[in-house]
């Protein structure tokens, strides 16, 4: 009985999953500075200023690619996904079917979802080297594949159950975490990097710092093992670090709750407090450092106080994250309710996390993640934007009652095997990719769509 009263208490958790959000449930700016300020000053930051240095980026391009590439993030959430958000107040994946029809929602969601939990699962491990330290649970380094310990895996496990509670909480949940966690965390940051400045050597007048910046920190070749970053690399990787989330649509879902699409600007809080001075930070601390694990690097500069920082980290960006892959999955599975499929999305990314090099690798994650889900963000601004200017139908499976859309299925295929042979054929590093996939995702959904529509009446 017991069993029954919670799932029922839990079934009323509603996030508007299959219809608009109305105006009673839109949430002030507060909440939008809060999250993203929650979910890009966090733990992927760790990680990626570590990478950025293992890469050889230099100190010119990481400051001055960044500033680029961040500006360039912040005008994408506010011009192109967050008007189309306040208007519609549909989530990604309802929207979707609108257009595409349920059974390639179907499919697209299944790898929304899946790539939401990898990400998700990359945050969980980088809380569980922090969680691990007063245990001495051995941590995973740089090489490992699989779980290093025992000790691993209970971490592992420990810190996905009490991130999947909150993601299947809510949206106003997640918020108000974020907005108490963020600005404690970028103060961490920032304090952790300047106390590792005198075993760098830095004056504290910071008279040298660009010299040791130059010779110590972003010197401009990378290490042994890893491909060498130019200011390109920079500005493509900062500004698509988040391609599935503004050009790709996917935060549709967050800001259906705005109520005004200026908050879109919002997203300016995470690009420039986090993928900017969060991402110098952490290489400034992981030049200072002697481990490659996130949590022992932050707890070698200022203690505890850096040990948490990378928990709480990890928590704020793994909770909206799998929050979405919740709504994935049930678009994908409409019979169960949305606390079910956002526990099951929490089990699989706590099984991800046990492999230490979806870690290691996750620059050349969200490169992928990013270019796989982009064309579908292009197929849903020409909807929205072209569709009747070029006299063809939009929300066109809805109309016509179809499960596929082929003029959204191909657009998406093509452009991905397209992709997939520019990297591995021609040799294109995959950060340079998603936007010329989302530009032509755009033409090429409307040329078949005038083939498709035509055909089918």
């Known amino acids: 009985m017991?069993?029954?009263?919670?799932?029922?208490?839990?079934?009323?958790?509603y996030e508007f999953d299959r219809e608009?959000?109305?105006?009673?449930?839109?949430?002030?700016?507060?909440?939008?500075?809060?999250?993203?300020?929650?979910?890009?000053?966090?733990?992927?930051?760790?990680v990626i200023g570590m990478l950025f240095v293992a890469h050889g980026v230099s100190v010119t391009d990481m400051f001055l690619g960044g500033l680029i590439g961040n500006i360039l993030a912040v005008l994408s959430w506010a011009l192109i996904t967050a008007p189309i958000a306040v208007k519609v107040r549909l989530s990604l994946y309802w929207q979707l079917k609108k257009i595409c029809g349920s059974v390639l929602v179907f499919l697209y969601?299944?790898?929304?979802?899946?790539?939401?939990?990898?990400?998700?699962?990359?945050?969980?491990?980088?809380?569980?080297?922090?969680?691990?330290?007063?245990?001495?649970?051995k941590m995973p380094t740089l090489s490992d594949l699989y779980p290093s310990s025992v000790g691993w895996v209970v971490t592992v496990f420990a810190v996905g159950a009490?991130?999947?509670?909150?993601?299947?909480?809510?949206?106003?949940?997640?918020?108000?975490?974020?907005?108490?966690?963020?600005?404690?965390m970028f103060f961490i940051f920032v304090a952790a990097a300047?106390?590792?400045?005198?075993?760098?050597?830095?004056?504290?007048?910071?008279?040298?710092?660009?010299?040791?910046?130059?010779?110590?920190?972003?010197?401009?070749?990378?290490?042994?093992?890893?491909?060498q970053f130019t200011i390109w690399h920079v500005i493509f990787f900062t500004w698509f670090?988040?391609?599935?989330?503004?050009?790709?649509?996917?935060?549709?879902?967050?800001?259906?709750?705005?109520?005004?699409?200026?908050?879109?600007?919002?997203?300016?809080v995470?690009?420039?407090?986090?993928?900017?001075?969060?991402?110098?930070?952490?290489?400034?601390?992981?030049?200072?450092?002697?481990?490659?694990?996130?949590?022992?690097v932050a707890y070698q500069a200022i203690g505890i106080a850096g040990a948490l920082c990378v928990i709480v980290a990890g928590w704020t960006t793994a909770n909206p994250t799998l929050y979405r892959a919740g709504l994935a999955l049930q678009v994908a599975s409409p019979g169960w309710s949305r606390w079910k499929v956002t526990l099951l999305a929490g089990l699989i990314t706590t099984l991800a996390a046990l492999f230490p090099a979806l870690v290691m690798k996750l620059l050349d994650f969200v490169a992928l993640y990013g270019l796989v889900l982009i064309p579908m963000g292009g197929v849903i601004f020409a909807d929205y934007y072209l569709m009747q200017k070029f006299g063809l139908k939009d929300y066109y499976a809805e109309r016509m009652k179809i499960n596929f859309n082929w003029a959204a299925g191909l657009t998406w295929f093509i452009l991905l095997a397209a992709a997939l042979a520019m990297n591995l054929i021609v040799g294109i590093e995959l950060y340079f990719l998603p936007l010329p996939a989302w530009v032509l995702a755009i033409g090429l959904f409307v040329l078949l769509s005038k083939i498709y529509q035509k055909k089918i009446g």
């Open 2 to 13: 017991k069993i029954a009263a919670i799932s029922k208490k839990l079934d009323s958790l």
């Open 20 to 46: 608009p959000v109305n105006n009673k449930a839109l949430q002030g700016l507060g909440n939008f500075l809060g999250t993203y300020a929650g979910e890009h000053v966090a733990g992927t930051e760790f």
């Open 109 to 137: 969601n299944i790898i929304n979802a899946l790539m939401f939990c990898f990400l998700a699962g990359a945050m969980v491990a980088v809380s569980a080297t922090a969680v691990g330290i007063p245990f001495d649970v």
């Open 162 to 184: 009490v991130i999947t509670t909150f993601a299947i909480l809510g949206f106003e949940k997640l918020a108000r975490f974020s907005k108490v966690a963020a600005p404690w």
């Open 194 to 227: 300047i106390s590792s400045f005198p075993r760098l050597g830095i004056e504290t007048d910071l008279s040298n710092f660009w010299e040791v910046a130059n010779t110590k920190i972003w010197m401009g070749t990378a290490i042994p093992g890893q491909s």
């Open 241 to 268: 670090a988040n391609a599935a989330m503004h050009l790709g649509m996917s935060d549709l879902t967050l800001l259906r709750y705005a109520k005004k699409w200026q908050y879109g600007y919002a997203s300016a």
């Open 270 to 296: 995470g690009m420039f407090l986090g993928h900017y001075v969060a991402w110098i930070a952490s290489g400034i601390l992981y030049a200072a450092a002697n481990s490659d694990a996130p949590g022992e």
